[in-house]
């Protein structure tokens, strides 16, 4: 079983920056990948970014040039960290996180982001 814990959403105004961290502890020594997906009220759940175990990362193309997502493997965590520069209005919603690993995901439990002013 794998435990994710989510932080730092909030409220910030367009041009802002964000920074989301997902902490997975637990049996974390099969996950190949943890992405970042978002929920805009009234619409359905995106991917917004991947990272692999090799640490390549995937990003969707509304967000390309603007989040990095990184990831640090301290004992027994492992840490994504989504970092949200230039922040637009289309970019508030729910941000969840999610783990991989064959077979199974785990998902943590949200975290609001607000962009407006």
């Known amino acids: 079983q794998v435990q ?10 367009p041009g802002g920056s964000l920074r989301l ?4 502890s637990g049996n974390i020594v099969n996950i190949y990948g943890m992405n ?11 991917l917004v ?12 193309d509304s967000v390309k040039g603007r989040f990095t997502l990184s990831k640090d493997k301290v004992r027994n965590t492992v840490t994504a960290t989504l970092q949200m520069n ?11 996180c999610n783990a991989q690993s064959v ?5 943590g439990q949200g975290t609001q982001v607000t962009v407006s002013s």
């Not at 970014?49 to 969707?60: E, G």
């Not at 077979?103 to 998902?107: A, K, N, Q, S, V």
């Open 21 to 24: 961290s997902c902490v997975a």
């Open 103 to 107: 077979g199974f995901e785990w998902w």
């Open 86 to 96: 230039s922040l637009k209005p289309e970019d508030t919603g729910v941000y969840y």
């Open 4 to 13: 994710l814990v989510e932080s730092g959403g909030g409220l910030v105004q």
């Open 36 to 46: 970042w997906y978002r929920q805009a009220p009234g619409k359905q759940r995106e």
């Open 49 to 60: 970014a991947q990272v692999f175990d090799d640490s390549t990362t995937i990003y969707a």
